[in-house]
């Protein structure tokens, strides 16, 4: 029976796992699990990896070109996420290994946590909930309805869809930017970056982290915004420069902010914003809901299931380097 071993730390396997995914996978091989509870370094990655076929990877674990090169045996390695950037494609091509990645199921459950937050600034929720659990005297403010506001959706894509669908559901207007997306529904309005920072009344940050997107919102940006916007980010912590943004909070620049994500480890909130009175920050949570982490580690079995029997999984990155997988397979 084939070995596959699943990196994910020990006190991570069943949150971002599942019983169901591991019943699944010990179905069609051999399993072998991270015992520790932290992740393992490309030493320890290495060594655990010798004589197992595949590798399914925790969206944390690194894999650079000389744990590709380390690896004889290794056939493929399937990424539990849909970021890869923390593997080193390239090098594991010209290794012949196999990589893959699972697709976004976690649309919904971000879209979710978007419109959450955005409720959440507007009506001052966590501000009095902090105040009441500390004993004071909280005083009615004011707050904003969602119907009627202007949501500024950057980026396009499945999560984007799912927000402006909400969006419009609790009576919001929806305008979006994306170089590479047209929207198909008439009622979400395509607009240009500059008009996008300055008519919305929520910029919500989904972009993809590329190059091009580092640093997307920055101080230029910032100043676009009006003084009494909220910003959300539920992207990576890369598109935003941190520094622009304290100062945006800290001038009164801006209303307020929400961030999932930043650039502390595990594309956390980063220390500094997320204790920011005016900043609502959660710990990487957006996509963490059982469908969601279901949808992905399901998935990723049946690619290495797929990958054990001979057939091309859904999801390859780099099918046509695939060469220890293509000498296995053939005839």
Known sequence: MPTVLVTHPRLRLHTYFGEQALANLKQVARVKFNPDAHDWSTAELMEAAQGCEVLIAYRQTVLDADFFAAVPGLLATVRCAVDIRTIDVAAASREGVLVT??????????????????????????????????????????????????????GFGE??????????????????????????????????????????????????ATPDTENLINAQALSLMKPMAFFINASRGQLVDEQALLHALDHGLLAGAALDVGRAADQMPSPELARHPRVIATPHVGGLTPQAIAHQALETVVQTTDILQGRMPHGAVNPAHAQRWLDRVSP
């Open 101 to 154: 990645r699972a697709s976004p199921g976690f649309g919904p459950s971000v879209a979710e946590w978007v419109m959450g937050v955005m409720i959440d600034l507007s009506r001052h929720i966590t501000e009095a909930t902090v105040d009441y659990r500390h004993g004071q005297t909280v005083e009615p403010r004011m707050g904003l309805e969602l119907r009627g506001a202007c949501v500024g959706i950057i």
């Open 159 to 208: 999560i984007g869809r799912h927000v402006a669908r909400l969006a419009q559901a609790f009576g919001m207007n929806v305008c979006v930017y994306d170089p590479h997306v047209v929207p198909q529904d008439l009622a979400v309005e395509s607009v240009d970056w500059r008009e996008l920072l300055a008519r919305a009344d929520h910029v919500v940050c989904l972009a993809p």
